[in-house]
T-cell receptor
Framework: ETGVTQSPTHLIKTRGQQVTLRCSSQSGHNTVSWYQQALGQGPQFIFQYYREEENGRGNFPPRFSGLQFPNYSSELNVNALELDDSALYLC??????????????FGPGTRLTVL | QKEVEQNSGPLSVPEGAIASLNCTYSDRGSQSFFWYRQYSGKSPELIMSIYSNGDKEDGRFTAQLNKASQYVSLLIRDSQPSDSATYLCAIQAGSNYQLIWGAGTKLIIKP
C-alpha cells in the first residue's frame, strides 16, 4: 500500500456529462500527478500540481482540469465526456517536483466508463 | 517515434528461469528510470528505480541502464507465477519531470 487513495473506484457516465475524481496524497507529499491509462496502453501524463498550482500539463484538452487543496489532496475534473475518455485514471504523489530522483507512488486508480 | 518503447509480448518464461525485459528511450537528457509492475485492473507498483549506468540489484530483480545506447532492462531471477503481470518502463523527462511510459510488456510465468 502506498498511502495514496482515490475515489470513487469505479464510475459510469454518459457522453456529455461531467465527472470529478478525487485523490489524497501520501502523508508528507506535496505534489500530485494525474495520468490516464487506456486499456492495453501505458499511462499518459495529464497534469501535475505542486503546492496548489499547475506545474505542467500533457497533451490533453482544456476540458480536463484540476485542483490541489491546501492539504495537498487533488481533484481531476473532466467536462463534456467523450467515449474515448473511458480509461483508468491514476493519481501519483511525490515529495518535491523538479528533482531527477523524484519517485512517484500511485493510488489504486479510478476506472471511468463512458457510455 | 515513440519516446519509450517496449516489446508488448507476451513473454512466456518457465518457472524458475530468468525473465529479461527491455526498454529503449529517445530522450538523451533523461536521468531517472523506473520499472513498474501492473497486475490486471490494478495500478502500477514501483519495483526498481535506476539513475546511473550499470546494474542495480534488489532481491530477485536487477535493473540495467546503458545511457549511451539508451536502453534500460529488468531481469527477474527465479521467476515465480506471481511475477506474471505487465511490466511498465517509465522515464522522467520534461521541465516538471513527468513520467513518460512505455506501453508495457506482458510477462507470463508458466508453472
Amino acid at each position: 500500500e502506498t498511502g495514496v487513495t482515490q475515489s470513487p473506484t469505479h464510475l459510469i457516465k454518459t457522453r456529455g456529462q461531467q465527472v470529478t475524481l478525487r485523490c489524497s496524497s501520501q502523508s508528507g507529499h506535496n505534489t500530485v500527478s494525474w495520468y490516464q491509462q487506456a486499456l492495453g496502453q501505458g499511462p499518459q501524463f495529464i497534469f501535475q500540481y505542486y503546492r496548489e498550482e499547475e506545474n505542467g500539463r500533457g497533451n490533453f484538452p482544456p476540458r480536463f482540469s484540476g485542483l490541489q487543496f491546501p492539504n495537498y489532496s487533488s481533484e481531476l475534473n473532466v467536462n463534456a465526456l467523450e467515449l474515448d475518455d473511458s480509461a483508468l485514471y491514476l493519481c501519483a504523489s511525490s515529495w518535491v517536483p523538479g528533482q531527477s530522483t523524484d519517485t512517484q507512488y500511485f493510488g489504486p486508480g479510478t476506472r471511468l466508463t463512458v457510455l | 517515434q515513440k519516446e519509450v518503447e517496449q516489446n508488448s509480448g507476451p513473454l512466456s518464461v518457465p518457472e524458475g528461469a530468468i525473465a529479461s525485459l527491455n526498454c529503449t528511450y529517445s530522450d538523451r537528457g533523461s536521468q531517472s528510470f523506473f520499472w513498474y509492475r501492473q497486475y490486471s485492473g490494478k495500478s502500477p507498483e514501483l519495483i526498481m528505480s535506476i539513475y546511473s549506468n550499470g546494474d542495480k540489484e534488489d532481491g530477485r530483480f536487477t535493473a540495467q541502464l546503458n545511457k549511451a545506447s539508451q536502453y534500460v532492462s529488468l531481469l527477474i531471477r527465479d521467476s515465480q507465477p506471481s511475477d506474471s503481470a505487465t511490466y511498465l518502463c517509465a522515464i522522467q523527462a520534461g521541465s516538471n519531470y513527468q513520467l513518460i511510459w512505455g506501453a508495457g510488456t506482458k510477462l507470463i510465468i508458466k508453472p
